[in-house]
């Protein structure tokens, strides 16, 4: 549960929660852009990460490291 308490790890800035949907949205777009499947091609598909199919890997570690900077000051 979100807390508008300030200091507190998950809050709210002024009603909204911008750091998490942020992480959430860069994460699934660094996620697709290794992603290689017959019908979605994305750009950094053919490197090395997308023929190992570790695009899922790229996508947690966006979202956490997002989601730990993005944080409400």
Do not use: E, K, N
Not at 11 to 28: I, S
Not at 44 to 55: E, Q
């Amino acid at each position: 549960m979100l807390s508008r308490t300030p200091g507190r790890i998950h809050q709210y800035c002024r009603g909204f929660a911008a750091g998490p949907l942020t992480a959430w949205a860069a994460a699934v777009g660094g996620g697709l852009l290794f992603t290689g499947v017959s019908w979605f091609h994305g750009a950094l598909a053919a490197t090395w990460i997308g023929h190992s199919d570790l695009g899922w890997a790229i996508g947690i570690a966006v979202g956490l490291l997002l989601g730990s900077l993005l944080r409400c000051a």
